[in-house]
């Protein structure tokens, strides 16, 4: 019997440019990914019988979200493993134990994190050894975020969010993350959107040019205004009372704030870790925020350890 450990980060949207819905129920997307430091845990333990089973530890305060992480088949992790039993002809199984910290349902790809891990320590405790770019291209058929989760640093994702390309960056940046009460679904976020943009014509996405450049510079003070989410007015609709959490943070002096992908995780960008230390603080008395976390940005992806 062997195992294995794989530590994985959540991601963060520095932009999120959303086009028209596709006639497949996708949006296409113009993004860039980071990479952060707040890490969940996958371990592999493989099995004889080709079962897979899931369970899950919470590391979280809002201890009660983990409720909401299914611990069957529906565990995107589980997902994973059986994709690589299928793509492999492996006939063992695996135990696979999660210890989340990433929110749940917070616009931080948690459970596509998961499902990045699931697929390195499969991978390794069952000695299938495929490769990165293999894993890559399965990673895409478990959901839009899981290649960048195994890929890790910034990078600009297009298509549904699956394809990943290089960014030149340079710079290691301060975050805080405002964790909401209450997660927020993907898919009502996006639904949402649509309701929203009804009639309009929805221009194809682009990631500004202005976060490219800042990017490239290193330029904290630059990317704090060039971040950008064409999901807030979806996401704020559904949840009128994160536009308060926004607006402390942007009150305590942070370069920049943006919900989190589909949110409802608020982020905030901070100068060094005295400023973001200050941000942290006036958020914690926050109404409609459950927990705050100081974090930096690029991390590696999902990674043994
Ligand atoms: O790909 P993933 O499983 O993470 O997506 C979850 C849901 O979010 C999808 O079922 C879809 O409703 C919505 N989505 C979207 N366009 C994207 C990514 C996700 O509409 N590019």
Redesign the pocket.
């Known amino acids: 019997m062997s195992s294995a450990n794989v530590r994985v980060p959540a991601k963060i949207n520095l932009c999120l440019g959303?086009g028209p819905?596709?006639d497949d129920?996708?949006?296409?997307?113009a993004t860039v990914y980071q990479a952060v430091d707040l890490h969940d845990e996958v371990r592999a333990t493989s099995r004889d019988d080709g079962e897979i089973t899931v369970t899950v530890h919470s590391d979280l305060d809002a201890k009660s979200e983990v409720a909401i992480v299914p611990e069957d088949a529906d565990n995107?992790a589980v997902k994973a493993a059986r994709l690589l039993q299928e793509r492999t002809g492996v006939t063992l199984g695996a135990d696979l134990a999660i210890r989340k910290v990433i929110p749940v349902a917070g616009g931080m790809?948690g459970?596509?994190a998961d499902a990045a891990a699931s697929l390195v320590a499969c991978n390794e405790a069952w000695g299938t050894g495929l490769s990165r770019s293999s894993l890559e291209q399965l990673a895409a058929r478990?959901?839009?975020?899981?290649p960048f989760l195994l890929h890790g640093g910034n990078a600009i994702g297009g298509?549904?969010?699956?394809t990943i390309s290089p960014v030149l960056a340079r710079g290691s940046y301060h975050w805080v993350f405002a964790m909401a009460h209450e997660g927020l679904?993907?898919?009502?976020?996006?639904?949402e959107?649509?309701r929203l943009n009804e009639g309009a014509t929805v221009p194809e996405p682009v990631v500004p040019d202005a976060l490219l450049a800042a990017l490239r510079a290193g330029d904290a003070e630059a990317l704090g205004d060039a971040l950008s989410n064409d999901l807030t007015e979806a996401a704020l609709s559904l949840r009128p009372e994160l536009e308060d959490t926004l607006s402390i943070g942007i009150e305590a002096g942070a370069l920049g704030a943006i919900l989190s992908g589909?949110g409802p995780t608020a982020l905030f960008l901070a100068s060094d870790d005295q400023h973001s230390l200050d941000i942290a603080f006036a958020l914690s008395s926050a109404a409609g925020c459950a927990d705050v976390v100081q974090s930096r940005g690029p991390v590696h992806g999902a990674r043994l350890g």
Not at 25 to 29: A, N
Not at 142 to 146: A, E, I, K, N, P
Not at 159 to 162: A, L, S, T, V, Y
């Open positions: 959303v819905v596709r129920g996708y949006h296409p997307l995107l790809a459970g596509s478990l959901g839009s975020d899981v298509g549904r969010g699956e679904s993907t898919a009502a976020v996006y639904a959107f649509d589909s």
